[in-house]
C-alpha cells in the first residue's frame, strides 16, 4: 500500500478528551475516528489490525472444533421475551420495529438466538457436543461511552455457544475453550490472567474474565500471591474468623447515647471500640418496583452490591436509597434498625462473627449493646454479601492482594439458564426421553482486544504492534532526492510485495523527521530505508520498532531476513 494513497491521515495535534492511551494513539495515527458517542469507524490502518485479531480467533475457534456460522442482527423480540431478558435492568437493550409491527432487539449478545436455530432441528444425544459461534455486529446502549474502543455502544464481538449433554461433558468443553482464550490472547502478545467472575445478565452459576493486568482497567480482582485464588471484587469470597469467641454473651440492653453519635466515625470516638463491634445497614432501593432491602453487616466491611444483587434475584436493579426512600422506612440517615422495618432484610454471614454488637435500634438519645444475631433478630435471607478487600483472607486463609485489568474475554457456564426457559429447547437422550441442552458461552471484544495490546504495547512516540497483528509487516520509508534512488525504492516495494511481505510505502514528499514520526506512531514491526545512502550492495537500515535495534541487511538476504 502506498502511504500516499492511504485513506485516514496521521494528525499532529491530539484529542484533549481522548485521556487513555489507546485511544489517543489510534486517533492520532488514523485507525479509527468517532461517529458518535461510543460508535467508531475503523480506517483502513485499524480494519487491518482488526481483521488480523479476528483471524487468530477464528483459527483458534476451529482448532478448538468450533464451527463459524452467523445470526441475524435483528432478533424476534419474543425469543428474548421467552426469557424475560426484555426487562433485564440495564444492559442496555436497543429495540426496534419494522413497517409491519414487528418489534426486534439490536443483538447484544445471542444466546436465545443460538438456542433458537438449534431447537429448530431434531437434536439427539448423538449430535452432541458442538460449539457454534460468529463474528457479529453487537449493540450495548451504555449509559457511559468511555475510552475510545474499550467501552462502547457498538462493535465487533466473536460470540460462541456450546451444547453439550450434562456437566461432566460441559467441564471438557469449557476447558478446552478455557485453553484456547489464552492461546488467542497470547497470539496477540497479551499475557492473560483467568479470573473467577459474575455473570449478570447473561446467566448461569460461574464464569472466568480473561483480564490483562492494567492500571487503566476497569475491572478490580483480588488475587493471592501465590495464584491459588483469582476473583473479581464481584464475586470474591473471603474467610470470616470469630472476632471475639471467648466473650461471654450478655443480655441485650437499651443505653443512652448522646445525640451526635451518628456516623460509623462518630461510633468509633465515642465507644472507644474497632468498627467490627458496631452493626451496619446500609438500604437499597429496586429500580424496578421500589421495594427496600437493608443489607446487614459487620461494621468494619462493605457491601458488595452485585452480591446483593444476586442474592434477591435483582440484577443490576438495586441503587442505594435516598432520604426519601428512609423516610418512606420512617427513619433517616444513621437511624436505620436491624430490625421492624417494613423492608426485606439481608444479612451478611459476617453477623454471626462476634458476641455482643453495639447498635441496631438507635434513636435520638438511645440505642441498643450486647445485640447478638440469632438471638436478639434474624434476617430474612443469611448470605454472603461482603466486598472483599486487599489484606482480608482468601477462603483458603491466604492473605488477598488488590489488582486491576482490563476484560479481554469471558467465558460462561449457563447451564440449562436457557433452555430451561426457552420451549422445545432440548435433545433426545438415550432412553428415549428429552431433555434440556446444557450450554456454555464465549465472547471477545475485538476491538477492545485491538485497544487493550495498544495499552499494553506502546512508548512516547506511539504504537508498538507485535507482528501477529501488525496493519503491516514492514514500513518501507524513502528518503530519495534523487530520481535513481526513488525508482530503487518503487522496485523494492514490488518485490517485497510479490513475496507475500505487506508493505506500507511510504512514498511522500515529507522531511524525513515527519516521515520517521508518523513510523514510530504508527508502529508497524520493521522499518527499511531508502536513500541515498543505501544500495543494494551496502545494505538497507533495518529498524526494529520494539526494540530501536539498527542493522544493514543487502538486498541479496533482505527477503530472506524479512520474512
Not at 92 to 107: P, Q, S
Not at 314 to 326: P, T, Y
Amino acid at each position: 500500500m502506498r502511504q500516499s494513497q492511504l485513506f485516514g491521515k496521521t494528525a499532529k495535534e491530539e484529542r484533549k478528551d481522548a485521556s487513555l492511551t489507546s485511544h489517543r494513539l489510534l486517533l492520532k495515527a488514523g485507525f479509527i475516528r468517532e461517529s458518535v458517542a461510543g460508535r467508531y469507524f475503523f480506517l483502513p490502518l485499524g480494519m487491518r489490525v482488526h481483521n488480523n485479531i479476528t483471524d487468530i480467533v477464528r483459527e483458534e475457534m476451529n482448532r478448538a472444533g468450533a464451527q463459524e456460522m452467523v445470526s441475524p442482527v435483528l432478533h424476534p423480540l419474543e425469543l428474548w421475551q421467552e426469557t424475560n431478558r426484555d426487562n433485564a435492568g440495564n444492559f442496555g437493550l436497543m429495540m426496534v420495529e419494522d413497517k409491519r409491527g414487528a418489534k426486534f432487539a439490536l443483538g447484544g449478545t445471542a444466546e436465545e438466538m443460538f438456542v433458537d436455530v438449534v431447537r429448530k432441528f431434531q437434536i439427539s444425544y448423538k449430535d452432541l457436543p458442538f460449539n457454534i459461534y460468529q463474528f457479529s455486529q453487537k449493540f450495548r446502549d451504555e449509559k457511559r461511552a468511555r475510552g475510545g474502543l474499550l467501552r462502547v455502544r457498538e462493535f465487533v464481538m466473536k460470540d460462541a455457544y456450546s451444547f453439550d449433554r450434562d456437566t461432566e461433558a460441559f467441564a471438557e468443553t469449557y476447558a478446552r475453550m478455557a485453553e484456547a482464550y489464552t492461546t488467542i490472547f497470547a497470539r496477540m502478545g497479551l499475557t492473560t490472567k483467568k479470573v473467577l467472575a459474575d455473570n449478570g445478565y447473561i446467566g448461569g452459576e460461574y464464569c472466568h474474565e480473561y483480564v490483562v493486568d492494567c492500571a487503566i482497567g476497569e475491572g478490580r480482582y483480588l488475587q493471592t500471591k501465590d495464584g491459588s485464588y483469582c476473583a473479581h471484587e464481584d464475586v470474591a469470597e473471603i474467610r470470616l474468623i470469630p472476632m471475639n469467641p471467648d466473650e461471654e454473651v450478655r443480655p441485650l440492653k437499651t443505653i443512652d447515647q448522646p445525640a451526635w453519635v451518628k456516623s460509623m466515625e462518630d461510633c468509633e470516638k465515642h465507644y472507644g471500640e474497632p468498627r467490627w463491634r458496631f452493626l451496619k445497614n446500609v438500604v437499597y432501593k429496586r429500580i424496578d418496583t421500589g421495594a427496600l432491602i437493608i443489607a446487614g453487616i459487620r461494621g468494619d466491611l462493605e457491601v458488595n452490591k452485585t452480591k446483593l444483587e444476586k442474592v434477591v434475584d435483582a440484577i443490576e436493579l438495586l441503587e442505594e436509597a435516598d432520604e426519601e426512600d428512609l423516610a418512606r422506612l420512617g427513619t433517616k440517615p444513621g437511624y436505620v434498625h436491624s430490625w421492624g422495618h417494613e423492608a426485606t432484610y439481608v444479612a451478611d454471614h459476617s453477623l454471626k462473627t462476634v458476641h455482643n454488637f453495639i447498635g441496631g435500634q438507635k434513636e435520638e438519645t438511645t440505642d441498643t449493646i450486647d445485640v447478638n444475631y440469632g438471638r436478639d433478630f434474624t434476617a430474612d435471607i443469611e448470605a454472603d454479601i461482603v466486598l472483599a478487600q486487599e489484606g482480608h483472607e482468601s477462603p483458603y486463609g491466604k492473605v488477598l492482594t488488590e489488582a486491576r485489568g482490563i476484560e479481554g474475554g469471558n467465558i460462561f457456564q449457563l447451564g440449562t439458564h436457557y433452555s430451561g426457559k426457552m420451549h422445545d429447547a432440548v435433545y433426545q437422550d438415550e432412553d428415549g426421553s428429552f431433555k434440556p441442552y446444557y450450554m456454555g458461552c464465549y465472547g471477545i471484544g475485538i476491538g477492545r482486544t485491538l485497544a487493550t495490546v495498544v495499552e499494553i504495547h506502546h512508548d512516547a512516540r506511539g504504537m508498538i504492534w507485535p507482528r501477529s497483528i501488525a496493519p503491516f509487516d514492514v514500513h518501507l520509508v524513502s528518503l530519495a532526492r534523487e530520481e535513481a534512488t526513488r525508482e530503487e525504492a518503487d522496485a523494492l516495494y514490488r518485490d517485497l510485495s510479490s513475496t507475500g511481505i505487506e508493505v506500507l510505502y511510504d512514498d511522500r514528499d515529507l522531511r524525513a523527521g515527519e516521515k520517521f514520526a508518523d513510523s514510530d506512531l504508527i508502529g508497524i514491526p520493521t522499518r527499511l530505508i531508502v536513500s541515498e545512502k543505501s544500495n543494494a550492495e551496502v545494505g538497507y537500515e533495518v529498524v526494529d520498532r520494539a526494540t530501536g535495534e539498527v542493522s544493514r541487511i543487502p538486498k541479496a538476504a533482505l527477503i530472506k531476513t524479512l520474512k
